[in-house]
């Protein structure tokens, strides 16, 4: 699934406009009334880049990517997409970003084509330019067996994909995507994903989602945000090293094994050893070391000195699952996140 | 202003897409048709005008407009695609502007099919046609009022049905506010100046004097002032509701 050669890409193109910024939001504070929705956000985004912005429902993520796109106005704070402030240059920022809004909306009684041309000319697309780009929209998302019939009588797979077409319709250098993905089947993911790496390496992308293996899959970087505060930044890669899991030891046994974990208690690294889910009591056991400490040859060792016969054994490298669900539910783990 | 014409005409392209704008133009024409010809007496009265015709105009526009203005910006909003809109590279005043003008526009169609009625009152008679056209104008210019209100009103609930009760109530509070039934709940205690500001704001008062071939500067401004003044208030509704 991972397209190593887009994504290296993408990093290099990071590092070179990693001076400028193409979308940048600082310290953004949104407040409905009593509640702070979003409290105190900051990251930019570089050309090339693709961010995957993750949080729980409720989180922040849409205000957040709604005061990005320059409809809500925040409370404190600055975002700048392609260098224009999104509260005092409203226009130039407007147009230098593609937005795809949470749920897809469009006109329902308008066709995608109806609708596509409709964007293109409010954005000022000359004639011949917008026919070109519907044309190359309407192959690259797969458009062209639904162009003329109307919005509302489409899946929802394709109703999303018309707003995705909306977003990209002119060709924008920043591009923020609300759940691009929602309820489009597993063949329909593929492609979209294949489509945000195609553009991701002259693009910078913000890309909100709550499947983390799409993550993995196209971001070359994660945001984290819990209650309104960005709780981890850093390549999903890193963040997966800090699951639990991440170097546990798979093992499974020939035969039952009643107190494996005394034997492997005083191994350097191992904290615990445990069933994992779904398996059998002493035959299967996962290994858990301290802070992603590298255990396995420890193990093995100790195996083989106790004559302990392995049917199989593997490294974990733990789920970006587990880092969310660290990180977003328990405070202990937010105090000692970095911001 | 290009943006406000594309807007405009996304919006107007909309209401024939659906059966809202052929129900809507056949119920007026019919409605116009009766409340001329048996409420209004058009032939007993055995004059050649229109003034039977326009008389019933401010009641009728007082139920027909709210129902078109109910779905300017409560539909936007419950179908999220005011996040849309609004995130387009145009400013706020022109997302406006191109939907009220829209929404006039189409009125404008339905009094233009009244056609009819002027070759009528031609062929019978001989009618003053300068006193028509103004006749029409007034109409328009109320009907904008009636639009301009409704629109702003249509920003402050994502329910249709709410927003045209709440059209329906404002704009009858504004018709009916030259007539005795409101002045005289003013006129025992408050001073003469205030009820003659309550009585200048009705719509009546302004249409019958355009209606009667007058057309005086201070009606003209002060439908357009009302026009302005409600669309301006429109966009203070939606920045405030933007993020319920």
Known sequence: MLDEPAVRNARVGAVEDAAAPMIEIVDLVKRFGPFTAVDGVSFAVGRGEVLGFLGPNGAGKSTTMKMAAGFLSPTRGRIAIAGHDVENDAIAAKRALGYLPEGAPAYGDMTPRSFLEFLGRVRGLERAALAGRLAQVVDEIQLAAVLDQPIETLSKGFKRRVGLAGAILHDPPCLILDEPTDGLDPNQKHEVRNLIRRMAPDKAIVVSTHILEEVEAVCSRAVIIDRGRVVADGKPADLVARSPFHNAVRLRLIATVADLGARLADVAGVTRVTTPEGGTPGRDFLVVPAQGASIIEGVAARLRQTGIAIETMAVEHGKLEDVFRDLTTSDAARTGARP | ?244
């Open chain 2, 1 to 244: 202003m290009k943006s406000v014409c594309t807007i405009a005409r996304r919006e107007l392209a909309g209401y024939f897409a659906t059966p809202l704008a052929y129900v809507f133009i056949i119920v007026y024409l019919f409605l116009t048709g009766i409340f001329t010809f048996y409420v209004g007496n058009f032939f007993e009265r055995g004059e050649a005008d229109l003034v039977p015709f326009f008389d019933f105009h401010p009641w009728l526009y007082l139920f027909l407009i709210p129902a078109i203005a109910m779905r300017l910006w409560a539909e936007e909003r419950k179908s999220g695609t005011i996040e849309l809109l609004l995130t387009l590279p145009v400013p706020l005043w022109a997302a406006i502007a191109g939907k009220f003008i829209a929404a006039w526009a189409f009125t404008a169609i339905a009094l233009a099919l009244t056609f009819p009625m002027w070759i009528t009152v031609n062929y019978l008679g001989e009618p003053d046609n300068g006193v028509i056209l103004a006749g029409y104008i007034g109409s328009l210019l109320m009907a904008g009022a009636y639009l301009a209100i409704g629109s702003c009103l249509s920003a402050a609930t994502r329910n249709q049905v709410v927003a045209f009760v709440l059209t329906v109530v404002v704009c009858f509070l504004f018709t009916v506010s030259g007539a005795p039934m409101v002045l005289d709940a003013f006129s025992g205690w408050a001073p003469q100046a205030i009820v003659d500001t309550v009585a200048s704001f009705s719509f009546l008062t302004h249409f019958n004097g355009i209606v009667a071939g007058v057309i005086e500067a201070k009606d003209i401004v002060f439908f357009a002032s009302l026009i302005l003044a409600a669309l301006a208030a429109n966009a203070i509704v939606i920045d405030m509701k933007k993020a319920s």
